[in-house]
């Protein structure tokens, strides 16, 4: 089967699944899962991410095809929706590893800073995290912040890194909204 016959018979099975044909959906996800781990190898390997992390972001792609599914357009090719997903979890693996190639401490020191520039983003900052919830504030400080993973968040708040990426979400949404509200 080529390449295209396949992503077309993907793509025909996706189309069930979201009319809600459960047989549909499960050939779908077994079919397309030795792909999907495969394409997360080579992104990985690309992006200079430790193989270990394959299973975790193929994991979490067939979450948010499970939660997206209805996102995407039947008309449009299923192949490149599936490797954005991909190419989105893998770079979000990396970022929660805090993946460096340079010592932080040597990057600060070639970095020019105005200090009324610092104390204004603090400031700025500090009035967006007012906006928030706890344990949202504390969750998107850690994380987007201070630069914490999620375990590292999870396990000093003693939550379940589920709970820290759902409030961590909501909080991003929240702020997304107060953004849009004072851009009109």
């Known amino acids: 089967m080529t390449n295209l016959a396949r992503e077309k018979e993907w793509a025909s099975w996706l189309r069930s699944a979201i ?9 779908f996800l077994t079919a397309v899962t030795p792909h999907l781990r495969a394409m997360a190898r080579r992104r990985c390997a690309h992006f200079g991410s430790p193989a270990t992390e394959v299973e975790d972001v193929v994991q979490e792609v067939l979450l948010i095809i499970h939660l997206k599914r209805g996102t995407w357009d039947p008309s ?7 490797s954005a997903i991909i190419r989105n979890k893998v770079l979000d693996s990396l970022r929660r590893r805090g ?41 998107l400080q850690s994380i987007s ?3 914490s993973s999620v375990r590292e968040t999870a396990d000093r708040l003693e939550m379940t890194e589920v709970a820290v990426r759902v409030s961590l979400h909501r909080a991003l949404k929240g702020l997304r909204a107060l953004y849009s509200e004072r851009a009109m």
Request: without cysteine; proline residues 7%.
């Open 145 to 147: 912040i201070e630069g």
């Open 76 to 82: 449009r090719p299923l192949g490149p929706w599936l």
């Open 99 to 139: 993946r460096q190639t340079v010592p932080l401490d040597d990057v600060i020191a070639t970095l020019k800073t105005n200090d009324r520039n610092t104390v204004s983003d603090r400031i700025d900052i500090d009035r967006i995290l007012g906006t928030l919830t706890d344990p949202q504030r504390t969750i």
């Open 19 to 27: 009319a809600g044909d459960t047989r549909a959906y499960h050939k």
